[in-house]
């Protein structure tokens, strides 16, 4: 028996699942906000603050993982995230006001970034680098899966057994998958990887130049602006201004998330792949072009009739959520493996500093103002500029030594290595 084996497909597993259970945990509160809305009466603005207040957290927190990453063990801070957010997930049974609320949230928040900053540098090293959009594509399909769980998760127990009690239910696994990392053996960085280090790769003044990183990294804020105030809002949008209960608002969002979410990632992931092999550009036009078609079906989603509107929520969802492994892909692909932890970091701040930690306390707050369909109507601006960087984005793509035949499990890193292990014998 070999210990010294990395066992991708276990690790992969394993850091999905817990990823799963991390956008489980945030979208349980969207869930269940009507209720602890009625029970701490404040307004609509104050909860997308207890949003914005997560991501604030999450994103502060990330450049101190960036580096810690770079430098120790992926693995241990991975662990010890994961346990921070699962407890802060029991203090739920303490929350009885909206301070307390807002620091279990932060908490939560600080817990979070050490896995989203550190997971996706972990996986991509255990892979060869011609498959990197379908691996990221498994990995993130628990953005939308865990996200339908956890509206399915709040909305059934939630009005049942009150707001508290799908918190207690999601805490538990976290922690049981945060010990089983500690068995994962970590691997070498940059051991996938084709393209040397240059310094606009490998060091923070050329990350600051790099417009591969730059194009990548706003064209997801804009997205992420989007996806954070639909997530936020839509189930109280279908319950509130399309006339459904809660309970079947969450029901149906969830469902439509889930099914979007599989079928996306996993089909924007392998068309990314498939388009590699032909142009170096690939991760950012698969992304451009599902953001545009998106734009036109979310206006039709939130304007529209409501005879298509489920209809229209369940495409602008497929064609939002398409481009979240090419896009990730075309990220981590934007630097080398030394400084890889670090560039997701910054990403993290820009991301959210641009998108989901303003964009859930702007709808509310035009909501209480106006109406909630007209603060969602800030979506589709937002997946059209988006698309539109993204596409610009086609220019600096990096051109990645891909092999023609992905298929013959051997990665372009790996052919390299022993291409120099080979001159270095002859020498």
Known sequence: MNNNKLHPWTALILLTALNLLNYVDRSILFAVQPL???????????????TSAFFFAYMLAAPFMGPLADRYSRKNIIVIGAIIWSAATLLTAVTTNFTTLLIRHTIIGVGEASFVTIAPTFVVDLFPEEKRGRVLG??????????????????????????????????????LLALSILFLREPERGRQDSLKETPDRATLTGLAKNPAFWTATLGMAAMVFAQGALAVWMPTFLSQERGMSLQRAN?????????????????????????????HSAYYIVSGISLALGVPVMIVALRGPRAVMISAIALGGFLLLFNTAPLNAALINSVGAHIRATAIAANIFIIHLLGDASSPWIVGKIADRSSLTTGLMTTPLAIAISAAICLLGMRYAPRLRVSADSGNGVSAGEDARASNAGASNQQ
């Open 251 to 279: 029901l149906v969002f969830g469902l439509v998330m889930a099914g979007d979410g599989i079928f996306a990632a996993l089909l924007g992931g392998w068309c990314g792949d498939m388009l590699l092999r032909r142009l």
């Open 36 to 50: 602890i809305q009625a029970e701490l009466h404040r307004s609509k603005s104050d909860f997308g603050f207890v």
């Open 138 to 175: 498994f990995f993130y399909l628990a953005i939308p899966v865990g996200t339908a769980l956890g509206y399915i998760l709040g909305g059934q127990l939630g009005p049942m057994y009150g707001w508290r009690t799908p918190f207690y239910v999601a805490a538990a696994p976290g922690l």
